[in-house]
């Protein structure tokens, strides 16, 4: 029932589709933050962050991770622009970058607190 009889049912939608289509180096762009996203430590850090700027050992304290792995973490985040660290004397304090990251993570979590999600991925797993 999947399969297509004909190459294109609607061309002119087609057409608007492929037009707001985003390049490819963007798509792989928000493919990599998605990424950054999907780590449960990386996004755990994260929600941390939603209440305001914090430093690394804060933010292993209040992830249970240690500085080391919170150090990490906060590396590769820092390069795709989802934190920011502001430096006093020795100390960084991190935050989230722009309103943008704090609106992903407000709808990724408040969509999984609306929906009973299913993981056919994990069936069998555990």
């Given at each position: 029932?999947?399969g ?16 707001r ?24 850090l ?10 690394v050992c ?37 935050r ?13 979590l ?16 555990s």
């Amino acid at each position: 029932m999947d399969g297509c009889t004909v190459r294109v049912v609607d061309a002119d939608r087609v057409t608007a589709v492929a037009e707001r289509m985003p390049s490819a180096g963007d798509l792989t762009d928000t493919a990599d933050v998605f990424g950054l996203l999907s780590d449960p430590n990386r996004l755990r850090l994260l929600v941390a962050l939603l209440d305001g700027e914090l430093c690394v050992c804060d933010l292993a304290a209040v992830t249970g991770q240690s500085e080391s792995a919170v150090s990490h973490a906060l590396r590769l985040l820092r390069a795709h622009r989802i934190v920011a660290a502001r430096r006093s004397g020795r100390m960084a304090y991190y935050r989230l970058e722009d309103p943008h990251v704090r609106m992903l993570l407000d709808l990724a979590l408040a969509h999984t607190e609306h929906t009973e999600a299913v993981h056919p991925e994990r069936e069998g797993g555990s």
